[in-house]
């Protein structure tokens, strides 16, 4: 058997495995509804006791629809039609308060994780749940325009810099999620407002991208770290610039040493780490590909090895896991939701068919029509140019 031939052979085997794994995910999504609500509205995992957590349906449900709508299983949720949308989306918003923002009911000031500042602290958690939250409804419904209320203030120049510069990189980290977030809401202010707001976005962009340009270090193509630093600062870093990096996709703009970050994503083993981190290393990979940076046969290698990893981690119910040891919690918490690790949850399975669908549209286009996220953040794959 020539070369041709054997690789034609793995990803004949590649496919068929992704296609029997999808095949279980549809039956543990649809296993995962919740009783005595609309249909999709979905459990975290088997251990969530509804009754007593009623408000982590609500993460349970936004990641479950974005899986089931990446992979084309939101008819087996329940959501076959535009009623059933339409009522999935009433009830997501039924979590969103006046100014926009979404708030899991159940998370109480003291049981959530401190910033110095209190105010910032709450930022972080409601960014992190309202850009999911506003990803699932779009999801369902593409055209609905969001409340954005709490995001007007960052259009104030001066308000913007201030956030900017309290900004710190020593959690390059969770400041990515701060900066996707933000952005991701600047990107749909544009698409939702009016004329005054596309200026008043595109000025506020102007600013997000002096910024980065100005802190971001060229040894690596990170934000926060350079290349001499610990392996785990390193991989912290590289876990939060994929998520800056989504700002100069959307925007269509060339990314200032990415080349750095893909030969550093490169390095590491293709195994599985958490569904953070696979996700990541994978999204910097394919895109590096897309952008002409990566090397084609040994990132096409690095790719194909990893999604067999996910394949053997996946859980005997269909679903994914985080990782397998230690104890699970919303982000966020320090007290309150809490599940072992090793449970099959839809945080950890829609992340891991991300990273799997991200590689398999690499590897073998034809294989089905994945349906990736259209606002930026995790989920969210730049347009073919």
Known sequence: MNDESRTDSRL???????????????????????????????????AHDESLWPGVLLPGTYNGVMCADLIDALP??????????????????????PDGVFRIPEMRDADVFKKPDRDE??????????????????ALAP?????????????????????L?????????????NIVNLAGFLLSLERHGNDADRRAVA??????????????????????????ESPLRLLHAMAGSMHNYHLWYARGRVLPYFDKAVAYCLGLPP???????????VDVLIHG???????????????????????????????????????????GWVRGYAEPQGLSNTFATWFRWIAIAMAAEILMPSLRHWRFRRSIGIGYRAPPS
């Open 12 to 46: 004949t085997a590649l496919r068929a495995r992704i296609e029997a794994a999808r095949a279980r995910t549809v039956e543990w999504l649809a296993a995962m509804r919740a009783s005595g609500h609309p249909a999709g509205v979905l459990r975290i995992s088997a």
């Open 76 to 97: 087996a949720i329940g959501v076959a039609n535009t009623a059933a949308a339409a009522s999935l989306v009433a009830w997501l918003e039924s979590f969103r308060r």
């Open 121 to 138: 602290t709450w930022r972080y958690i409601d960014f992190h749940v309202t850009n999911y939250t506003l990803g699932a409804i779009e």
């Open 143 to 163: 055209a609905r325009a969001p409340v954005l209320d709490f995001v007007r203030p960052y259009l104030d120049p001066q308000y913007l810099k201030a956030w």
């Open 165 to 177: 510069a309290d900004r710190d990189l020593r959690d390059p980290w969770q400041e990515g999620n």
């Open 203 to 228: 000025a506020a962009l102007d600013i997000l991208f002096d910024w980065h340009d100005r802190l971001q270090e060229p040894t690596t193509g990170f934000w926060g770290t350079g290349q001499h």
């Open 271 to 281: 195994r599985v780490d958490s569904a953070c981190i696979d996700v990541d290393i």
């Open 289 to 331: 590909l897309r952008a002409g940076v990566a090397p084609n046969a040994r990132t096409r290698e690095w790719l194909f090895q990893i999604v067999e990893a996910i394949l053997d981690a996946q859980n005997p119910d269909g679903g994914f896991a985080d990782v397998r040891t230690g104890t699970r919690r919303q982000d």
